[in-house]
């Protein structure tokens, strides 16, 4: 399968524990998007690498948050002092920047259950 | 009011009829994007577009930049077609979602 993979794909965890989320995208795209999704809403946009490069935060990314891609392949997501608001579903998308758009692949996502 | 709004929010249809889903949106775009997200979350690319319209299979997209305007069809539904379907409209990089919409296709 050579399409967006994220681990794990579902976490529990107690509120104020740190968690860590990592992606790996299709091995030749360029770009790496995180998007957050709270139940019955749609995707909203958290940050976007390009390469290794991070080159936009949404103000959702709270200093509890930082997202990483060290090598411009995979990358991780990692929240500190989970809160019960950070619920949601956690989604990695890769695309293949070659234009001014461009189509992103999203993985199977990452479910974070905060108690 | 959000910047990316799809009608219905929820539609239940009998196999066959034929099916649309709009999303309006009011900010200026590069592109448009439907996706379609079954449950446990995974989502798919449909349809990238920019003007006009595109049809693949079944479904077919169409967008006016001028009304701001996009619609999804689905001819001749199926219960597979179950799913929801997501607008998200692009500026730059990011990609702005709408809220989806629940379509459920009974035989």
């Known amino acids: 399968d050579t399409g967006v993979s994220q681990n794990p794909r579902h976490k529990i965890t107690k509120r104020g524990q740190n968690v860590t989320f990592r992606c790996d995208p299709i091995?030749?795209?360029?770009?790496l998007y995180w998007y957050r999704q709270t139940l019955g809403q749609g995707p909203e946009f958290l940050t976007y690498?390009?390469?290794?490069?991070?080159?936009?935060k949404s103000r959702l990314l709270s200093d509890r948050f930082s997202a990483e891609r060290p090598k411009g392949s995979f990358s991780t997501l990692e929240i500190q002092r989970t809160e019960q608001g950070d619920s949601a579903m956690y989604l990695c998308a890769s695309s293949l920047q070659t234009t001014s758009t461009d189509t992103q692949y999203f993985g199977p996502g990452t479910r974070l259950t905060v108690l | 009011k959000n910047e990316v709004e799809q009608s219905p929010q929820n539609l239940t249809a009998q196999e066959g009829e034929f099916i649309t889903i709009n999303c309006s949106y009011s900010?200026?775009?590069?592109?448009l994007h439907w996706l379609q997200q079954h449950p446990g979350g995974g989502i798919v690319s449909l349809f990238m577009l920019s003007s006009g319209k595109k049809k693949h299979g079944r479904l077919i997209a169409t967008i006016n930049i001028q009304e701001k305007h996009s619609s999804l069809h689905i001819t001749a539904s199926h219960p597979r077609d179950s799913a929801v379907y997501i607008c998200a409209v692009a500026s730059g990089s990011r990609l702005t979602f709408g809220e989806g919409t629940q379509l459920t296709v009974n035989p």
């Open positions: 690498f390009q390469n290794e490069a991070q080159l936009e």
């Open positions: 091995s030749e795209h360029n770009r």
């Open positions: 900010v200026g775009i590069s592109a």
